[in-house]
């Protein structure tokens, strides 16, 4: 009889793992949200909260504060994890794929841009509890929504001539006086690392300190410090995102050749000028750059209207 019980058991475990995998996944783990029958589990979204929570509870801020700045933190992970979804459901509708091998040659290409062997980057994305196959998935995810931005908003931008004149008016002392810029960065190889620093200067934290505590740069025991630039001679990235700056105001995070870095203006800067014609390349990159966000930002709300979403966090 026991026998006989002990097999029927292990049956209905066998049936329940073959035809009711998610039913059995849901008891492990918990659903937190839907988007459109695809789910986000607690594992996603405690995976994703994580580094920055720890952040928050060791910081000094007062219980209150930490509570609300946990609230805000947990709010905008669900909106980013909402994003991924919807963005990786409509790279499925219009078969958009990555291979193994792009994503391979984007690790590989990774790897050579920081110096870094196999074993290196491994232990780097130990350190930052990422498995190489995670490091994988999320490098998958970024060729996936760069290809369907592009599908989806960059063919369907277009800068005019006369926006682009228009805005070197607009912008008539900056370009007739080709300001300089006096920087601060922030650098670090490691994306968690430089996104935790980013969260923190996005909670009023100072730059200088943050800059001390996580740059990795020769300059980080001067609070970041990096001079007096015309930032004309930049790559298109960097220098585009520190001409959209004022005084007191900070990049994203910037991939670069010697890492990620965010900018920091500290002062602005008279120079020599810029003609229409000299300006002209910049301003249309950067009007084309600003559209492009726009415009998927204002997509992205599309199909959330039309997108069935619940929240069961």
Known sequence: MKKTTKWFFVSLILMGWSLCPNLLAETIDRIVAVVDGDIITLTQFNKETERYR?????????DENKKALIDDLNK??????????LTRQEARKYNIEV?????????????????????????????EGLTFQEYRDSIKKQILQS????????????????????QYEINAEKYATGQKYHLKNILMKD???????????DNKEDFSKIAKQYSIAPNASDGGDLGVFDISSFSTGIKDSIALLKKGEYTDVIQTAQGF?????VDIEQGNGK????????????????????????????????????ILL
Do not use: C, G
């Open 147 to 166: 290809r369907l931005i592009h599908y989806a908003v960059k063919s369907k931008v277009v800068i005019t001539e006369a926006e682009t004149r228009k």
């Open 275 to 310: 003609t229409f014609e000299q300006a002209k390349d910049e301003i249309q990159e950067s009007l084309y750059q600003e559209q492009v966000k726009e415009k998927f930002e204002t997509w992205l709300k599309s199909l959330k209207k039309k997108a069935h979403i619940k």
């Open 99 to 127: 291979t193994d091998t792009e994503i391979t040659a984007a690790v590989e290409n990774v790897k050579r841009i920081k110096s870094l062997s196999q074993e290196a980057l491994e232990k780097a994305l130990e350190q």
């Open 191 to 201: 994306k968690s690392k430089i996104d935790e620093a980013k969260f923190k200067l």
């Open 54 to 62: 720890k952040s928050i509870e060791i910081s000094e801020n007062s």
């Open 76 to 85: 905008k992970i669900m909106e980013s994890l909402v994003d991924q979804s």
């Open 261 to 265: 870095q965010i900018f920091y203006v």
